[in-house]
């Protein structure tokens, strides 16, 4: 049982490249997430998915866009690239309940992305 | 704006000793409270949910607690063991799910 999966795990961009990250989660999770973990900051919450080809932004979206166009797939895009989008980024899948995050949330090992 | 604090940002104790961790919040309305541990390198691994009716949770050597009504909770180690080095972060959930920037635990044997 995989869970959740992130590819790739890391990657180096120059500044106006564009990529994509990939999330894949074999649980059945309805709610999918996309955040960014930057040093003392804790973590920031970029763009959510609530069910397949539903998203929503976060605190965070600018410079970023999203894609959820099977269930078990939630797709980050960055468009053209900037030294400030160098971070950890992770997803995590969830089942609903009454709030946003009422369950447990399972999250990826991360890919980290150093953008030069 | 609903703002989350961990102190301290980092904690190291020897082994065997029990040890509390610390979360506040400023909103109090929220859904609930979850306890994750991030080990370096990895994601993060859910230890404890606490619905926001629930005064506290117990899984193991770990019981959180949550007092909505000051805006904290705590999360309570016993008997601490090396493998528990790790950081630990909360998040609350309400609109929008807030983490704390955590606090980097690290048991010395």
């Known amino acids: 049982n995989a869970g959740v999966t992130q590819t790739p795990k890391f990657r180096v961009l120059k500044t106006g490249q564009s990529m994509t990250l990939l999330c894949a989660q074999d649980?059945?999770?309805?709610?999918m997430y996309w955040y960014r973990q930057d040093p003392g900051m804790g973590l920031r919450l970029i763009h959510y998915?609530?069910?397949?080809?539903?998203?929503a932004k976060g605190e965070v979206p600018d410079g970023y866009n999203v894609s959820r166009l099977k269930k078990q797939n939630f797709l980050l895009g960055l468009e053209s690239a900037a030294p400030s989008q160098t971070s950890v980024y992770f997803c995590?899948?969830?089942?609903?309940?009454?709030?946003?995050?009422?369950?447990?949330?399972?999250f990826g090992q991360g890919t980290r992305l150093t953008v030069v | 704006k609903q703002e989350v604090t961990q102190i301290p940002a980092a904690l190291s104790v020897p082994e065997g000793e029990n040890l509390v961790l610390n979360c506040s919040f400023t909103?109090?309305?929220?859904?609930?409270l979850q306890w994750f541990r991030q080990d370096p390198g990895k994601g993060l691994t859910s230890l404890l949910l606490?619905?926001?009716?629930?005064r506290e949770q117990t899984s193991g050597r770990l019981n959180a607690s949550l007092d909505k009504s000051s805006g904290r909770s705590t999360l309570y180690i016993a008997a601490s063991q090396p493998g528990d080095s790790a950081t630990y972060l909360c998040?609350?959930?309400?609109?929008?799910?807030?983490f704390g920037s955590g606090t980097r635990l690290s048991i010395r044997p």
């Open positions: 998915s609530v069910g397949e080809g539903t998203t």
């Open positions: 995590a899948s969830s089942t609903p309940g009454q709030g946003l995050w009422d369950t447990e949330a399972f």
């Open positions: 606490i619905q926001s009716s629930q």
């Open positions: 998040a609350v959930c309400a609109s929008k799910i807030i």
């Open positions: 649980m059945n999770h309805e709610y």
């Open positions: 909103d109090s309305a929220i859904y609930n």
